[in-house]
């Protein structure tokens, strides 16, 4: 996909478009509905103004531009160049596509990481982590939904996490915000939901499930790549100026590193490594991004909302601080540590 600026009149706005078609249209950073008048012929409205985009000569850089029925105007766009090697590509995403549609994979990784867990601690502590880590992913995945992408559900992989699989590419910096932000607040969800139920009945796994709940989200929100908190640091910072967001993103990396070393996490190195080759074709890419950057605004709602969240799951393990159950007070210590 690429997206361009463009003076439309009197109105600035973006197109995104790939090689044979016009995608979307936006407006003061919203997307605008587009209507199909014919083939390859768009009609949308920019404020005041009607305009008609001919996208025929898309696949040679060139799209016709009608302004409230005055003659269209050519306008140049840049255009894609197609190499033969993507057809390698092409048949490894399909294969990858295939492998993800699967529902026995999904049933069978569901089905290992509840008991892989369980020999490693118990059925209890297995279905406490599995039941957190769906809640989670449900959360990237009614995200997703809203903003109209489209998924694949979700998958349990053994021993790592969870992971919600989406089948179309975000185009705004504020999707990957809020998608990142809404696992870690319906764990938060999870986590109230769990103290109120501990109140109510006086039973201990429901406080376990609060806890591990707000342990598993708080760590999941630091801010490093690839996690939740990466990419919402990632988001601010990148629209704010591509150094910042380059030191930034690579401060989190050496943050992660640090963590690493300190509690012998060295399944984290491996996400790291990932992590910061995400950060580095990040800056590569900077100038060729379709991403719409966040305005000053959008920044800062997006702080408030990770701080919000970040604060909702320190306080429900500051609750259980005091907790003579080792397993309850267990993160407070690590925190404090």
Known sequence: MNRIELQVGDEYCHLLYNQTELLQVFYQQQAIALELVSAHCYQCQLGTQSVQIDTT???????????????????????????????????????????????????????????????????????????????????????????????????????VGGLAVSDDKIITRWQDVVISL?????????????????????LEIFAGVAVLSALLNLFNLLPMLP???????????????????????MAGIGLGLWISYTFG??????????????????WRMRHASHLIPLDRYGQIVSAIMYVLVVAGHIAVIMHFADSEHPILSLPMKILGS
């Open 57 to 159: 000569d898309l696949a040679a850089g060139s799209m016709q531009i009608a302004v409230n029925g005055q003659p269209a105007v050519a306008v140049s766009v840049p255009h894609f160049e197609v190499e033969t090697r993507q057809s390698k590509w092409g048949l490894l995403a399909l294969g990858f596509k295939l492998f993800k549609s699967t529902k026995v994979i999904k049933a069978a990784l569901a089905g290992a990481s509840v008991a892989g867990y369980a020999w490693l601690f118990s059925w209890e502590f297995a279905l406490m982590l599995i039941a957190c880590l769906v809640v989670h992913e449900y959360g990237h995945v009614r995200a997703m939904q809203y903003f109209g992408i489209k998924t694949k559900g979700i998958y349990l992989i053994p021993f």
């Open 182 to 202: 809404m696992g870690p607040a319906f764990g938060l969800i999870t986590s109230v939901a769990g103290v109120l139920l501990y109140y109510a009945t006086e």
């Open 227 to 249: 996690l939740d908190g990466g990419h919402v640091l990632k988001s601010i910072s990148f629209s704010n100026r591509s150094w910042l967001g380059l030191a930034l993103c």
């Open 265 to 282: 996490l060295m399944l984290l190195v491996f996400f790291l490594f990932f992590g910061a080759l995400e950060v580095v074709f990040e």
